[in-house]
């Protein structure tokens, strides 16, 4: 089986840095992504890994360590629009996806 | 955005009615995907397809059928539904590829009363 698990809240200050943690355990392991969540709307897809290291997409940058099997995503230059949720995934295979349970970012002034 | 709705958005129905809830897709993806979303339990996998007529099972499966007739349309099933699966429902499709990437669609607010 597969099994997740990052923080359920973070809170962070406008302009400054997040990192979103996220560890797992699973039988098949293709890559890690990353999605986000706002309230009453569907996720979007952010950032895949499938080597090891730091992939950067303009102020997001996710990290894959597969020998540590742990992942996290940074956030930079944090915006009030980057309150939401964010959920990590491992892939096993081309079929299934597992998520995380989520963590709700909170961006105050 | 990728060609994805779900219908409908919204649904109040009464506990042991059938309900179906239907996928339509314009990207011609060959997999694709229904989830269930309560709080503290993320998105759970209900049922995928991997093609026309070929569905698996996922974690939550229990209570729900699929069907997959048509490369663009996958129809979620509740054959008697039930208080417990009150839950916002949303489809995915997958591009070919190694990558996880999915795209979902606005979701269906299902309540059971």
């Known amino acids: 089986g597969q099994s997740l698990e990052q923080p359920s809240e973070v809170t962070a200050v406008e302009g400054a840095i997040v990192q979103i943690n996220c560890t797992y355990q699973?039988?098949?392991?293709?890559?890690l992504s990353w999605y986000q969540q706002h309230d009453g709307g569907a996720p979007t897809f952010l950032s895949y890994?499938?080597?090891?290291g730091l992939e950067e997409t303009g102020r997001f940058s996710s990290f894959l360590s597969r020998s540590d099997s742990y992942g996290y995503l940074l956030l930079q230059e944090l915006q009030m629009k980057d309150s939401a949720s964010y959920f990590c995934a491992v892939s096993g295979g081309y079929q299934k996806v597992t998520f995380g349970t989520g963590t709700k970012l909170q961006v105050i002034p | 955005d990728a060609g994805i709705t779900q219908s409908p958005r919204h649904k109040v129905t009464e506990t042991g009615t059938p309900v179906t809830l239907r996928c339509h897709q314009t990207?011609?993806?060959?997999?694709m995907y229904w989830y269930r979303q309560d709080p503290g339990h993320g998105l759970r996998l209900i049922h995928y397809s991997y093609g026309v007529k070929d569905t698996d099972k996922g974690e939550v499966s229990d209570g729900y059928s699929v069907s997959r007739s048509k490369t663009e349309d996958f129809l979620l099933t509740l054959e008697s539904a039930t208080s417990s699966q009150t839950s916002v429902y949303f489809c995915?499709?997958?591009?070919?590829?190694?990558?996880?990437?999915?795209?979902f669609g606005p979701g269906t607010r299902l309540t059971v009363t």
């Open positions: 995915a499709i997958r591009p070919p590829g190694p990558s996880s990437e999915q795209y």
């Open positions: 990207e011609n993806h060959r997999y």
């Open positions: 699973t039988s098949g392991f293709y890559g």
């Open positions: 890994n499938a080597l090891d």
